[in-house]
């Protein structure tokens, strides 16, 4: 069982319709216990990083999330899901995250004018390394992309994807079981759904 | 490589049926919005963007089953709007599975509504939708009420304003052009592009393609189009191709 753990985030259903679309056998929950229990675990998430924070701490969903990233257990994060990892986060704050991977989420700071905050649309996934998450995506593959901060780890051989804003931004980083993606999977067609299977038939 | 131009196909919901849209004969029921918005999924539709155009409360509340379908099988964001008027209406269309709501006229009533929205829900799933027309002395006015009445509000100071509300992008459509055939008012995309940060949605106009690459090339971030790729006159595939070949990064699926 996939337990997709609800942090108040409005793409909670999206995520779950688009892992039932995949075959996954899918749970939304908010209990602890559920999430310690789940083969895989999944952290979607969007909106502002100390709302997201605040909803883990009042849930009591912290530890479970720490635990299944110590068990070995896949894990897939999702935007802020990705950016909670995160120590902290310019947004709203500082705001500490949950400190499981070592760096900061800063403000997008393009540099060009031309380039619009938040960033958001369908970016080329510029795929640094071979990872069982990317199987089948074509070199050109775009995903979807909605955010105004973005995560900066502090050993970049994490970011096996990146995507261009301007600068090179933080697409999905892997450590261990941990995988997690800033862009949207959910909602970003084939390319999304593709990366979901992957998820539902790792191991 | 950077951040693709986006495509969106807008199709008009009167009552839960789609008022104008393609006529393929795959579809087995023409008039069914998710029928519609899968076919121009399959195509490679950047966005999808339902505008309903229903006139009673009763015809309204159709859109909440058509956008809980869509989400059910369209794996791409999707933008609702018309007839948004609260926090709630939002939140009950977020909750159908729309990814982002357009506001409009209830935005000029109330501008607290863009701050309210982007508060609970995040700026980008709000979009602020504007009607501007010409003013004879120079600029644009704002139109609300799908663009009947004039409210005295300058098109570039209001789309500024309700960045600064926290607005996620802008849908901007100009009232001269909108259903004329003849291209976007590529001026104003261009003044309205250059004076905020977010991403603005060029509408109103498109009669053949290269009016597509005149709003990219002026300054958009998307390109928002109806008739031209209703009636199977082009597909979004087609769409692509021409702009990529005309040199705009575009996303080819």
Redesign the interface.
């Known amino acids: 069982m996939i337990a997709i753990v609800d942090v108040c985030s409005?793409?909670l259903?999206?995520v779950e319709?688009?892992l039932a679309?995949v075959g996954g056998d899918v749970t939304v929950t908010r209990d602890p216990d559920v999430v310690r229990k789940a083969d895989k675990v999944v952290v979607p998430g969007?909106?502002?990083f100390g709302v997201f924070m605040r909803g883990l701490v009042e849930r009591d969903l912290g530890a479970a999330l720490r635990e299944a990233i110590a068990s070995g257990r896949p894990y897939l994060g999702i935007c802020l899901g990705l950016q909670v990892l995160f120590d902290e986060s310019e947004e709203q704050g500082p705001c500490a995250g949950l400190g499981v991977i070592p760096g900061t989420v800063e403000r997008l700071r393009p540099g060009d004018?031309?380039?619009?905050?938040?960033?958001?649309?369908?970016?080329?996934l510029?795929q640094r390394a071979r990872d069982p998450m990317l199987a089948g995506l074509a070199d050109?593959a775009?995903a979807?992309?909605?955010?105004?901060y973005h995560a900066v780890p502090r050993d970049l051989s994490l970011r096996i994807v990146e995507a261009?804003?301007g600068i090179p931004i933080t697409a999905a980083i892997r450590k261990d079981n941990l995988f997690a993606c800033q862009f949207h999977p959910?909602?970003?067609?084939?390319v999304?759904?593709q990366i979901l299977r992957n998820f539902v038939e790792a191991a | 490589m950077t951040l693709a131009r986006r495509i969106i196909p807008c199709l008009d919901v009167k009552d839960g049926r789609v008022v104008k849209g393609i006529n393929f004969v795959s579809l087995r029921d023409a008039g069914d919005p998710v029928e519609q918005a899968a076919a121009y999924d399959a195509q490679g539709a950047d966005e999808i963007c339902y505008l309903d155009i229903s006139a009673s409360p009763e015809g309204r509340s159709t859109i909440l089953d058509v956008v809980r379908r869509t989400a059910n099988q369209v794996f791409a964001p999707l933008t609702v709007g018309g007839g948004v008027r609260t926090v709630a209406d939002a939140e009950r269309l977020l909750e159908a599975g729309a990814d982002k709501i357009a506001v409009n006229t209830a935005a000029i009533r109330d501008p607290a509504l863009v701050t309210a929205c982007a508060e609970r829900f995040g700026n980008q799933a709000i979009v602020v939708a504007v009607d501007a027309k010409r003013r004879p002395g120079g600029g644009w006015e704002v139109y609300s009420h799908g663009g009947r009445t004039p409210e005295g509000l300058d098109g570039v100071a209001w789309c500024q304003q309700v960045a600064d509300r926290g607005a996620g992008e802008i849908l901007l459509t100009s009232m001269d052009r909108d259903g004329t055939g003849q291209g976007y008012d590529t001026e104003l995309v261009s003044t309205i592009a250059r004076a905020v940060t977010i991403p603005v949605i060029a509408s109103g106009g498109v009669g053949e393609l290269a009016h597509l690459a005149a709003g990219l090339e002026a300054g958009a971030d998307a390109v928002l189009a109806a008739s031209i790729f209703h009636f199977g006159q082009h597909t979004i595939g087609e769409v692509k191709a021409f702009l990529a070949k005309a040199g705009l990064p575009i996303r080819i699926c």
């Open positions: 409005g793409n259903r999206s319709r688009a679309q969007q909106g502002a004018p031309a380039l619009k905050v938040p960033h958001m649309g369908w970016n080329r510029v050109d775009h979807y992309f909605v955010h105004s261009e804003h959910e909602k970003s067609q084939h999304g759904l």
